[in-house]
């Protein structure tokens, strides 16, 4: 294994035994949620994916190590500390080369997973275009990840507070298909559509771990999106929410917000418009990827056990 990278004896069993695994970015744990909630939900997504019958792999960086699976001790460290950087690929080799405490976000929670053979992803919600990008060439690293990076990345679509549009513009060029889960349209994070279309609507897990197989035994390295809407109990109403945005938007500019910063200042700034119901709405997504990424690596590990070479045995002749 690489001498960055330590995976947790879990982990690394099941990665061995071809069982499924599901990397789980930890951005959601230092930067998405307040304490106690980032605990819980942490916690809550790892119940979840163990409900599938798969082993979760929370990924962060720490002491010098890009970890693969945390343990109760590592999550309440990344929950409570002050100083825990925020991870992308440009990040990743200051945070190892300095001892930095780091939470991967979702490209670099990619680059670990695939290093690591973990296939599936399950996020909230990826990164995308930012509204005014014509002008601030505001990109998410995610983007590019998506495209270099050989992940299925299991999300609600992108944050509704990106440019939609251009995101899966940005997409589509760079060859990243995204597929909808049940669904003909593109999600919208707290909102169940865009009404954008997908490339291909999936009915079932094995239709996603098909297209996975399909895609990188034809060597097309890239990553995948597969789009889950947020459940529809906890979705907010696509206009409410187009509204929040906006307001929230016009608030990170009056306050000169910008760069990395601008993410989790709407996201706050979201959950005090609506009276925490987007925090709500989040909760219940990212919860309902992790339960969805989890079938869809059962079924991509079949795919891959029927692939694996069977031990032969050696009979011997007296």
Same mark, same amino acid.
């Given at each position: 294994?690489? !001498?960055?990278?330590?995976?947790?004896?879990?982990?690394?069993?099941?990665?061995?035994?071809?069982?499924?695994?599901?990397?789980?970015?930890?951005?959601?744990?230092?930067?998405?949620?307040?304490?106690?909630?980032? #605990? !819980?939900?942490?916690?809550?997504?790892?119940?979840?994916?163990?409900?599938?019958?798969?082993?979760?792999?929370?990924?962060?960086?720490?002491?010098?190590?890009?970890?693969?699976?945390?343990?109760?001790?590592?999550?309440?460290?990344?929950?409570?500390?002050?100083?825990?950087?925020?991870?992308?690929?440009?990040?990743?080799?200051?945070?190892?080369?300095?001892?930095?405490? %780091?939470?991967?976000?979702?490209?670099?929670?990619?680059?670990?997973?695939?290093?690591?053979?973990?296939?599936?992803?399950?996020?909230?919600?990826?990164? %995308?275009?930012?509204?005014?990008?014509?002008?601030?060439?505001?990109?998410?690293?995610?983007?590019?990840?998506?495209?270099?990076?050989?992940?299925? @990345?299991?999300?609600?679509?992108?944050?509704?507070?990106?440019?939609?549009?251009?995101?899966?513009?940005?997409?589509?060029?760079? %060859? #990243?298909?995204?597929?909808?889960?049940?669904?003909?349209?593109?999600?919208?994070?707290?909102?169940?559509?865009?009404?954008?279309?997908? @490339?291909?609507?999936?009915?079932?897990?094995? !239709? @996603?771990?098909?297209?996975?197989?399909? &895609?990188?035994?034809?060597?097309?390295?890239?990553?995948? @999106?597969?789009?889950?809407?947020?459940?529809?109990?906890?979705?907010?109403?696509?206009?409410?929410?187009?509204?929040?945005?906006?307001?929230?938007?016009?608030?990170?500019?009056?306050?000169?917000?910008?760069? &990395?910063?601008?993410?989790?200042?709407?996201?706050?700034?979201? &959950?005090?418009?609506?009276?925490?119901?987007?925090?709500?709405?989040?909760?219940?997504?990212?919860?309902?990827?992790?339960?969805?990424?989890?079938?869809?690596?059962?079924?991509?590990?079949?795919?891959?056990?029927?692939?694996?070479?069977?031990?032969?045995?050696?009979?011997?002749? %007296?």
């Amino acid at each position: 294994m690489h !001498e960055y990278l330590s995976l947790a004896p879990e982990v690394a069993d099941a990665l061995a035994e071809h069982r499924p695994v599901v990397a789980l970015e930890s951005t959601v744990i230092a930067h998405g949620m307040p304490h106690p909630q980032n #605990v !819980e939900t942490a916690r809550a997504l790892e119940a979840a994916v163990r409900a599938e019958g798969a082993v979760p792999a929370t990924i962060a960086v720490l002491d010098g190590r890009i970890r693969v699976g945390l343990d109760a001790d590592d999550i309440d460290r990344l929950a409570t500390s002050k100083d825990v950087w925020k991870l992308s690929r440009r990040d990743l080799p200051v945070a190892l080369a300095t001892g930095a405490l %780091g939470a991967t976000t979702v490209a670099a929670t990619m680059i670990a997973a695939e290093r690591a053979g973990i296939a599936v992803f399950a996020t909230g919600g990826i990164g %995308g275009v930012h509204r005014g990008a014509e002008t601030t060439f505001d990109i998410s690293a995610d983007l590019d990840e998506l495209a270099r990076t050989s992940v299925c @990345v299991v999300c609600a679509g992108a944050k509704s507070i990106l440019d939609l549009p251009k995101t899966l513009e940005y997409l589509e060029t760079r %060859g #990243v298909p995204v597929l909808g889960l049940g669904t003909d349209d593109f999600p919208a994070f707290y909102a169940r559509t865009s009404g954008l279309p997908v @490339v291909r609507r999936c009915d079932t897990p094995d !239709e @996603v771990a098909r297209i996975m197989q399909a &895609k990188w035994r034809l060597s097309l390295d890239g990553g995948i @999106v597969a789009a889950n809407p947020v459940p529809e109990a906890d979705a907010l109403d696509a206009a409410e929410a187009e509204a929040a945005i906006a307001r929230a938007l016009r608030d990170a500019d009056a306050q000169g917000v910008t760069g &990395k910063a601008v993410t989790p200042f709407l996201l706050a700034r979201m &959950k005090e418009i609506t009276g925490g119901r987007s925090l709500t709405a989040n909760v219940a997504l990212i919860r309902h990827n992790a339960t969805t990424a989890a079938r869809i690596a059962t079924a991509y590990a079949a795919l891959a056990r029927a692939l694996a070479p069977r031990p032969t045995t050696n009979s011997r002749r %007296g």
